[in-house]
Structure formats: C-alpha cells, structure tokens
C-alpha cells in the first residue's frame, strides 16, 4: 500500500467518526462511490498539495478508487459538495479547537482596483451593503481601494474562519465569530 492510498483510508476513517451520513443529497441513481469517500479524495488532494485533477487523478490510478469514479462526475458532485464541505470543515474545526482559548487575528488588504481607478470602478457597485472602499496597510506601506481579508487562527494554526470585511466594520465582527464578549474599555 502506498502513502497515497494509506493517507486516503486514514482521512476516511476520521470522516466517517464526524459526519452522519455517507451519501449528503439524494442521488436517483446510487453512485459508486459516495459522498464522504469523494471528499475524503477532495482533501487528500489539498493534503499533499496535488493542484490539479489531471494529477491526481494520475496518482490514484490503480488504486481501487480510481475505478468508481470518473473526472467529469468529480468535477460535478464536487461543485454540488461544496456547502456539505463547508460543514465537515467547521466540525473539524471544533474539534481541533475545542480547548483553544486564544486566537490570532491577521489582516491583509484584498484589492479591487488601482487608487486612480477607484472612482470608475463599477465592481462591487450593485449593492450599497458591499460597496469598497480606500484604506491603508501599514505592514505593506500601501493604500488600496477595496476589503480587508481577516483570519482567525489557533496559537496551533488551525483557520477558524476567513472573513473579508469593509473598511467600515472591523474588530466588533471578528469578537462576534469567535463568541467572545465584546472587550471593555
């Protein structure tokens, strides 16, 4: 058995202990392999830094995985996966954090656009809640027209949450994800 195959039953074994079901939507047509062992294959390949599914799917042939399920149908039930996803990775979460006590947050500036091109921007326009708009990074020594990426980690790295937030709402969101009270002054 190779590395490959011995990290994938072993990413599985651990999936099947957080999630309920096998199979997370109704299928007419049961498939051959289910929901939990595709996503057990998606994080295999986020595992051991396999970028693209040519690859990956060049890796695991041979295995007894690699004739359940085709490149066109993962490529499908993984868009369809991806709220489903999201919750086991929230689980994990919790369970990688569950004595944690402190957090580190960090912020780096997500541009939409050049400072000079700020006003004929048309991006993020439509609606008045998601409107950018010009700040600062000092660590960078930039000014920038549009959000702020916020991660919350563990002293130990896990991400708890990756938020993009307006120049307008800063700290008082991040205290709110991560359930604390508000600090006092």
Do not use: W
Not at 86 to 102: A, L, P
Request: overall charge positive; proline content about 3%; aromatic content about 14%.
């Amino acid at each position: 058995m190779s590395n490959l195959e011995a990290s994938y039953k072993l990413i599985l074994i651990e999936l099947r202990k957080i999630a309920e079901f096998e199979n997370m939507y109704f299928k007419p047509i049961k498939p051959k392999l289910s929901d939990i062992e595709l996503i057990s294959l998606m994080i295999l390949a986020e595992f051991k830094s396999i970028d693209s599914e040519h690859q990956l799917f060049r890796d695991i042939k041979g295995f007894e995985i690699a004739s359940r399920i085709e490149r066109s149908v993962y490529n499908r039930r993984k868009r369809k996966l991806f709220p489903f996803m999201e919750e086991i990775r929230m689980k994990m979460v919790e369970k990688f954090n569950e004595f944690e006590t402190f957090f580190v947050v960090d912020s780096m500036p997500l541009e939409v656009c050049k400072i000079s091109r700020s006003s004929r921007s048309k991006i993020c326009k439509e609606t008045d809640y998601a409107i950018p708009n010009k700040g600062f990074c000092a660590s960078q020594n930039l000014h920038f027209y549009g959000y702020k990426l916020h991660a919350v980690c563990s002293i130990n790295g896990v991400f708890r949450a990756l938020i993009y937030l307006l120049l307008r709402f800063m700290i008082f969101i991040i205290y709110k994800i991560l359930k604390c009270n508000y600090p006092t002054v």
